[in-house]
């Protein structure tokens, strides 16, 4: 079970939080408070597993509480202002769930959280053999029918390149979104961004690597893929912004 913590100065976001957590049955609630200060008691006590935290507060912000908090508990982002996504995800923030949330973006969200908090719970991690590329590019650049191989616990599973959204790096592991699951497998980013056709795929943060084709737009820097806000580090931004010029008509 994930031990959570809900903090919002809304009692009407607390409600709703709270109801979402009780329908998922690896989640389970230890408090919910309008009280931020409150709240970092218990988390610097290490009472939780996962806080639920507003951004927007008036005696103590989100980003001022993961910055006191110092990672004692996973934190999940709620609010209704995307700008601060990107401080979020430099704080190393699960994720990020814009009001009104909608139940199926927090399962999602809690998803993760149960793969990085306990990563062999009930998803299949294992070493995985290097991916392979294993059908040629199509004309026209088109990579319809490309696909890799991936190891998980109990089979090799066949991902098709135009599946993939993103990848995102956990320590020791990885995970592919697509848009019908998330797959995880122990692999190294550097040895995934080789594998992955460089027109296809960039490599945008130390922990992201995104298809092209998957992202809906960009803001300053930070993509939008769906409801996914993904950073862009300062480290891959002229190679991201390059690329993304030469694809402009």
Sequence with gaps: MIRCLVVDDEPLALNIIEDYIS????????????????????????????V???VQMPEL????????????????????????????????V????????????FF??????????????????????????????????????????????????????HDIMYIEGLKDYISIFTAAERIITLQNMKKMEDALPERHFVRVHKSYIVAL???????????????KVIPVGDTYRDQFFKMIEGRNV
């Design 61 to 92: 912000t989100g980003i001022q509480f993961l910055k006191i908090s110092n990672g004692k508990a996973k934190v999940i982002l709620t609010t209704a202002y995307p700008q601060y996504a990107l401080e979020g995800y430099e704080l190393d």
């Design 52 to 54: 639920y935290l507003d």
């Design 213 to 227: 084709n998957k992202i809906d737009s960009i803001e300053r820097s930070r993509i939008f893929i769906g409801d």
């Design 94 to 105: 699960i994720d990020y769930l814009l009001k009104p949330i909608a139940f199926d973006r």
């Design 108 to 161: 999602k969200a809690a998803q993760k959280a149960q793969g990085i908090i306990h990563p062999t719970a009930n998803t299949p991690v294992a070493e995985v053999a290097a991916p392979v590329a294993a059908a040629p590019a199509q004309p026209q650049d088109d990579f319809s029918h490309d696909f890799i191989f991936v190891k998980t616990e109990h089979k090799i599973q066949k991902v098709y390149l």
């Design 23 to 50: 329908k998922i049955p690896f989640l389970t609630l230890v408090k919910s408070t309008t009280n931020p200060i409150e709240a970092l008691t218990i988390v610097q006590a290490g009472g939780v597993d996962l």
